[in-house]
């Protein structure tokens, strides 16, 4: 009996994944269950302007950030500039039952070093930063069917636990071709290992706790394009007007997946290794900015995915090599600016400091239901202060938004992000004069 039971307590855990649906709307204790499917909760480009602007930011210069979304923005540099981003994520998430759980992560959002090679037409940045990023954790409360061996009373408890994610490292630059116009070039490896838990846990102490561990690690090269060109004086003198877009080409990645599964007395009874490839879809940016002067400025950008057309030789959650689950991700942003006092250096801290707000829609490319998809709504600001050396910028930003729906098999998840960025800015690679 003890035998038959132990090898039930592993059917069940092996067929964990087919209650991935009941089990989303049962909340989660260490980030969105959301973060589960695919290959994790897609994180935006890293760009201080840009977050408090509603995420986007794609037509503005360079001159203050060196930013890779659109690498065509680094000939604008003027200065050497090395920006790092921490983050704070508050999260509440509910079910259709009325379960609420509320959780709290932090991070590293990512940094940038870009200096100019020709001051004002030629620039290049390195970057690290997030790509996808996975953590969960689902607690459900199951009853066997009964069975020869079996008890309809037998109870367990099923866990789904992950963490991990995706991360890119992009070089990139920016060269002005003419006065109006500039183009540029990224190049980016995107690697990460992506873990995933399930275990059941039993009341029957007949029975023992069972776990199978997935262990995804992912790695490849890919590129982007981008292009910026504006003009001045469009309504009124002094203002100017731009537009950039970007392109990142289809990224195959080369994954190896390991897969253990045992109790948790004798772990590793099984493993196995398992070799395939994923490949990430093309994406498409696009975004205006309007400058009127030195004060103001207004922006409006769209971001688009076809991850509808995501393969992989893999499955993973809400995907498989038969069919996909996933969705194109899509996302629509606005955002304004306000400097007080222009560039006068001479006024009070309060005049030269810029605040920033905007809003942002965005339907996700996972979902735990096929019929349902799941959209983000979002409001943003931020505040960028200045400090005691020239250039060097404080940016604080704050996001606050609702995330999916609390029925039927979904979670609604409402939340609020705090960012600190630090933007140096120094002169480099000067050649001093002779005296």
């Not at 989303?24 to 290959?39: K, M």
């Not at 069917?145 to 963490?163: C, K, M, P, V």
Request: one cysteine or more.
């Amino acid at each position: 009996m003890i035998r038959l039971r132990s090898l039930a307590a592993i059917a069940v855990v092996l067929a964990l994944p087919c209650l991935t649906l009941a089990a989303a709307a049962q909340g989660t204790d260490q980030g969105s269950v959301y973060s589960r499917f695919g290959l994790g909760e897609r994180s935006l480009p890293f760009s201080p302007i840009g977050a408090a602007m509603g995420g986007g930011g794609f037509g503005l210069g360079g001159t203050s950030y060196a930013s890779l979304a659109n690498p065509a923005a680094l000939a604008d540099l003027s200065l050497t500039r090395a920006l790092v981003g921490f983050r704070l994520d508050l999260l509440e998430s509910s079910d259709a039952t009325g379960a609420v759980s509320q959780q709290t992560t932090g991070a590293l959002t990512g940094f940038s070093f870009g200096f100019p090679l020709y001051e004002g037409r030629w620039g290049v940045a390195v970057a690290l930063t997030p790509y996808t990023r996975s953590g969960y954790g689902v607690q459900l409360d199951r009853t066997f069917d009964a069975g020869q061996g079996i008890l309809a009373s037998d109870r367990y408890t099923a866990f789904f636990e992950g963490n991990g994610g995706l991360d890119r490292v992009s070089i990139g630059t920016g060269y002005r071709v003419h006065p109006n116009v500039s183009i540029g070039l990224r190049g980016d490896f995107t690697f990460g290992i992506i873990e995933d838990v399930q275990r059941a846990l039993f009341v029957d102490p007949h029975y023992e706790e069972v776990r199978v561990a997935t262990a995804t690690r992912l790695r490849g090269l890919g590129a982007g394009f981008g292009i910026r060109a504006g003009t001045a004086s469009v309504f009124r003198d002094g203002d100017y007007l731009s537009v950039g877009a970007f392109v990142d080409t289809p990224t195959r990645l080369d994954a190896e997946r390991i897969v253990t599964s045992g109790s948790s007395f004798e772990p590793d009874t099984l493993g196995t290794s398992m070799e395939g490839t994923a490949d990430l879809p093309v994406a498409t940016g696009l975004g205006f900015a309007y400058q009127a002067g030195t004060r103001f400025a207004l922006v409006a950008d769209a971001l688009y995915e076809p991850w509808s057309r995501f393969e992989s030789s893999l499955a993973f959650p809400g995907h498989s090599s038969a069919a996909s689950g996933m969705k194109d991700r899509s996302r629509v942003s606005g955002g304004v600016e306000f400097y007080p006092a222009g560039r006068d250096l001479l006024a009070s801290l309060l005049k030269r400091t810029a605040y920033r707000l905007g809003a942002f829609v965005e339907q996700g490319y996972v979902t735990p239901d096929p019929d349902q998809t799941i959209r983000t709504l979002g409001l943003t600001a931020g505040l960028s202060f200045p400090t005691l050396f020239p250039g060097t910028r404080v940016d604080i930003n704050v996001e606050a938004g609702k995330r999916g729906t609390a029925s039927g098999l979904l979670v609604e998840d409402r939340y609020l992000k705090f960012g600190v960025n630090v933007n140096f800015a120094d002169r480099w690679f000067v050649r001093r004069p002779l005296n």
